[in-house]
């Protein structure tokens, strides 16, 4: 594996405040939501874009400042959406176009950029390309725009993705008498981009949605875009090839746009995504999500140093995507086979969470609903480099339900109330597109927005405040990262620095309390103040920096030079311990003999007894 950490040159350095504006992507906090999942506005039992409108300021609210937006497009859905069959329309559930837009002015207005799918690996195969394909005749334009074959015997290195439901990567049409290629179910035919027409249609639809004012893509699944004989057809050069004319048709029409790369790889391969800084703007570090949940599972923080160790630097303008939890499994293809079986062991022995190479379960299940356990995960997930995606309903704890197959079980409506069918709709229940959680732990009844917002101290309350905190500085996006080695490994300490900033991150991963020593040397005088709480703690001197860190603890402080030492540090004896004078009658009675000197405290008295005393007598 690829270590060296040779900075990377940006071919096309950006300066100045457009600069900043072009960057707005490390900045981001990305909200996760699927339309269908979060409020339905006409009662058909199904979330749609007039009630997405009517919750962004709940999303603004949050504290985010970015919306991705899973597929909304006519599918037939079999795939949630990922099997497109016209990708310049919205899916007749979801609303209209008009709808959209009105959605995405709104998004606009409130401050919130909006992302959507750009899924151009595959198209469903009801898409008309697809079906135009099959019924013309080999060798023909419309043929070419998919990957045929006579035999299913070609491109045998390559691996099954969906090893559940699929035994090959070729499937037999009658209709066109030969096997198309598709690298995920068997009703996802691959785009074949050898045809230049496939990249033209391409380019069309992201102007479509562009124009509109979108801005930026996720780009789905995009290292198995080109396919050549004796290699495992993932990141090619060819596909790397592609990538770049899609960036250079956005960096020519549009500005201040991204482009997201899904490519669960591992972090080397992922850095070819970036390419010079001209391929894609951001990309999703899949390699280190297992291993946050690994390290607090083993209660050690080397998963995370390791694979943070083995991340090459990126170019200046580009940035990590970080994430806990997501629409599909927690994917366990990025770690290693003796790594999966630990995960399966530790968060899934139930054999039914598991699907795929993954772990079909949401974040507050995962960490068996332990309060402190979640909230340090998310302080994980917001102080680590790279720019952080919260799941729809991971803000409230929601829970899951992986008995009702596939990945449907952590896509459940959004649970808004205690109301019937949790808020999400007033249609009969029946009708619902899933059923929503209602176990006695994580169900509507006691799990939901409504609830949450009244308690100050509930999992929703937190979330906002520690969102607000990070966005008091730039160095959690943009900083620079230093792991501290305290002997103490279950301690998992950093800096992140950013121009005047530094901001100190430690971490208790275990589930006891630990102490640790952290040497801070370079910092010596700073005052440590902790940024949820804005407490100042004692300054850093010569000795390593002492800390007690409860079960699941963590702290955020910022190393700072113009904040004021406690004042208690300096004092020898602390108020409530100075010796207390007792005067029985009055000032005067300090020159009489019944004078009790340097009585210390007064509990020895009671309160009535000490007011009278010491009240002066005339
Ligand atoms: C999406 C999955 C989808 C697959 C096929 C993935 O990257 O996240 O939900 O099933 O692409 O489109």
């Not at 139930?350 to 795929?356: E, F, G, S, T, V």
Request: glycine residues 6%.
């Amino acid at each position: 594996m690829n270590t060296v950490q040779a900075p990377i040159p940006d071919t096309t350095p950006l300066t100045g405040i457009n600069a900043d504006e072009a960057l707005w992507y490390k900045d981001a906090v990305i909200y996760q939501v699927n339309v269908k999942s979060f409020l339905d506005s006409n009662d058909d039992g199904i979330g749609d874009f007039k009630g997405l409108t009517l919750k962004l300021e709940y999303i603004r609210d949050l504290g985010v400042n970015t919306i991705w937006l899973m597929p909304f497009y006519p599918s037939p859905l079999k795939d949630d959406g990922y099997d497109i069959a016209d990708y310049q329309n919205v899916h007749p559930q979801f609303g209209t176009l008009d709808d959209f837009r009105t959605m995405l002015r709104e998004a606009h207005r409130l401050g919130l950029k909006v992302v959507t799918e750009l899924i151009i690996n595959h198209t469903s195969d009801q898409h008309p390309w697809f079906q135009a394909a099959r019924n013309a005749p080999a060798g023909s334009p419309q043929r070419d725009f998919y990957v045929w074959s006579d035999t299913d015997q070609k491109y045998l290195d390559t691996r099954i993705i969906f090893t559940d439901t699929e035994t090959s990567n070729w499937t037999w049409d009658p209709v066109a008498k030969a096997y198309y290629w598709h690298r995920f179910f068997s009703h996802q035919p691959d785009l074949n981009f050898d045809n230049p027409q496939v990249i033209k249609a391409v380019l069309k639809i992201m102007n479509f949605w562009l124009d509109m004012g979108v801005d930026g893509f996720r780009l789905d699944a995009i290292p198995y875009l080109v396919e050549r004989e004796g290699t495992n057809n993932e990141n090619l050069r060819e596909t790397h090839a592609v990538i770049k004319k899609l960036r250079a048709a956005i960096d020519a029409s549009y500005k201040n746009r991204f482009l997201l790369a899904e490519a669960n790889q591992w972090p080397e391969d992922v850095r070819e995504y970036f390419g010079d800084g001209d391929e894609c703007n951001m990309a999703y570090h899949f390699p280190l999500m297992p291993r946050i949940y690994m390290a607090i599972a083993q209660e050690d923080r080397y998963p995370i140093i390791e694979i943070i160790q083995q991340t090459p630097d990126i170019p200046e303008s580009c940035q990590w995507a970080i994430f806990l939890r997501n629409h599909d499994e927690l994917t366990l293809e990025m770690v290693t086979s003796k790594e999966r079986d630990y995960m399966y062991t530790t968060y899934a022995s139930d054999l039914q969470a598991r699907i795929n190479l993954g772990i079909r379960r949401r974040l507050a299940p995962l960490m068996e609903n332990n309060l402190d356990r979640i909230k340090l995960m998310n302080s994980l997930l917001l102080s680590m480099p790279g720019s952080p995606i919260l799941y729809y309903g991971d803000e409230i704890g929601m829970g899951d339900n992986f008995f009702i197959g596939d990945r449907n079980g952590v896509r459940t409506p959004m649970q808004w109330s205690p109301d019937r069918n949790a808020g999400f709709s007033r249609a009969d229940p029946q009708r619902l597109y899933l059923p929503p959680i209602m176990d006695a732990v994580y169900g509507y009844l006691s799990t939901n927005v409504e609830a949450q917002s009244r308690d100050p101290s509930s999992l929703l309350s937190w979330t906002k405040r520690l969102l607000a905190v990070r966005k008091t500085t730039q160095a959690f996006g943009r900083g620079t990262r230093r792991f501290l080695r305290p002997g103490n490994r279950k301690i998992l300490a950093y800096l992140r620095e950013f121009g005047e900033d530094t901001i100190l991150c430690v971490a208790n991963l275990s589930r006891s309390a630990q102490p640790v020593e952290l040497n801070l040397a370079a910092y010596k005088g700073r005052v440590p103040v902790e940024m949820l709480g804005r407490t100042a703690f004692p300054p850093i001197g010569e000795l390593p920096y002492l800390l007690t860190i409860s079960a699941y603890g963590f702290y955020w402080f910022r190393l700072a030079t113009d904040a004021a030492i406690p004042s208690w540090h300096e004092q020898i004896v602390s108020v409530d311990e100075r010796p207390v004078l007792v005067l029985f009658d009055g000032w005067m009675s300090l020159f009489r003999e019944r004078v009790v000197p340097w009585r210390i405290g007064i509990a020895e008295k009671t309160r009535a007894q000490f007011e009278t005393d010491t009240l002066p007598r005339h």
